[in-house]
């Protein structure tokens, strides 16, 4: 297989989860016989730095030209006064929007050897694997905001907005995810105040219809919140709007014990896909080889698997993951009680390590 990747590592501790994330992407490859080519791009504040707009025309041209795009993380303080039209989000948040990535995939499970790192009762979150599928390219991230209005400009709105196909897309395969899981489905709204809610909650109710396999729930986003600190047990897939899925996922984090863990797939309807963590850049220890490179590592094993259709592989990251954990090494976000605290690299060392010892059969180095 021969993969061309847009790389866009971004801001703060972006550039050292995705140096360490190439690192081990090369090694399945060497492992599994695949060729990847690696093109950089500049992305959010660095490329603002750089060329004045925080996604640039000759980026956008890099991801359209490529396979898959790894992303590591945008934003920092150096940028937070910036206009709108120049904040580091504003490029992602364009280049979600311009590739058409609508279906955000947040997988959340517990890991058995972090469970005492986790802030909630080993029993609760014990087991837990669950995904949340995010609208990624609507609602209040993506309605026309207004100028701030009145004599004091004291007013200003922000528009919630959804058409019935931005709708459709994403429960359907929220539905098809849910079928080929567990075949839990909880649909999460405002329905009880929201507009956008209502038809929502028809759409789904109305797909369900072609999906008798799978069981649909409604659940208020409130309630969600609730649930997922008191029983996450109970979640297979979730689906719900853009903000409510940022929100949510961020809170279900705390199951793995650490915002650090979770990877994220940003997909359309064809092979083509956004590979990012969920966390955000970490100014405050960027640099400084503390970061936790898990979350990124775990994104590359979802494009493995969504993008290039490579399960086998993507399985080896993940069980070299599962492995390292379980021998005790950690970065310090990981709370884990006599844990091993190794740097970013050391721990995608570790991962390296375990891959070739478990694939040397195949490598092709
Ligand atoms: C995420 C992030 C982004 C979002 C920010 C950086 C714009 O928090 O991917 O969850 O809100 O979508
Ligand atoms: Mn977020």
């Given amino acids: ?77 150096k940028w937070d006064h910036n206009p709108a039209r120049l904040r580091p989000e504003k490029g992602l948040l364009g280049l979600r929007k311009a590739m058409g990535l609508f279906a955000n995939l947040r997988p959340v499970k517990a890991y058995r050897p972090l469970l005492p790192a986790a ?30 209005r009145g004599p004091e400009k004291e007013s200003v709105v922000d528009t919630l907005q959804y058409s019935k196909t931005e709708i459709e897309r994403i429960v359907e395969k929220a539905f098809q995810l849910a079928q080929i899981r567990r075949g839990k489905l909880t649909s ?13 909650r028809e759409i789904v109710d109305k797909t369900a219809s072609r999906y008798p396999d799978v069981e649909v729930e409604h659940m208020l986003v409130d309630a969600t919140a609730m649930q997922l600190i008191a029983r996450p047990g109970q979640f ?16 279900a984090s ?21 590979y990012e963590p969920v966390h955000g850049s970490a100014p405050d220890i960027a640099g400084q080889g503390k970061a936790n490179p898990l979350g990124m590592i775990l994104s590359t094993a979802m494009m493995l698997r969504y993008s290039f259709g490579l399960e086998k592989e993507a399985a080896a990251v993940e069980k070299a993951v599962d492995a390292v954990l379980a021998a005790g090494y950690c970065t310090g976000d990981l709370k884990v009680p006599d844990g091993k605290i190794v740097s970013t690299n050391e721990l995608a060392d570790k991962i390296i390590d375990h891959l070739k010892e478990n694939h040397a059969k195949s490598l092709h180095v």
């Fill in 1 to 77: 297989m021969k993969m061309k990747l847009a790389v866009l590592p971004g801001d703060g501790i972006g550039p050292e989860v995705m140096d360490a994330s190439v690192r081990v992407l090369k090694t399945v490859c060497a492992c599994f016989n695949h060729e990847a080519g690696f093109t950089k791009g500049l992305l959010g504040g660095a490329a603002i730095d750089e060329t004045g707009s925080p996604l640039p025309e000759e980026t956008l041209k890099l991801c359209r030209e490529s396979d898959a795009i790894l992303l590591g993380a945008v934003g920092g303080p």
């Fill in 119 to 148: 802030p909630l009762k080993p029993e609760v979150i014990d087991k837990v694997d669950l995904l949340i599928v995010r609208e990624l390219t609507g609602g209040l991230y993506f309605g026309q905001p207004s100028e701030r």
């Fill in 188 to 200: 999460v709204d405002k329905a009880n105040v929201l507009e956008s809610s209502r038809m929502w």
């Fill in 236 to 251: 297979d897939v979730i689906v719900t709007e853009n903000l409510f899925g940022d929100i949510l996922s961020d809170e």
């Fill in 254 to 274: 705390m199951i793995t014990g650490s915002l650090g863990m979770l990877p994220s797939a940003s997909l359309r309807a064809d092979r083509f896909g956004m």
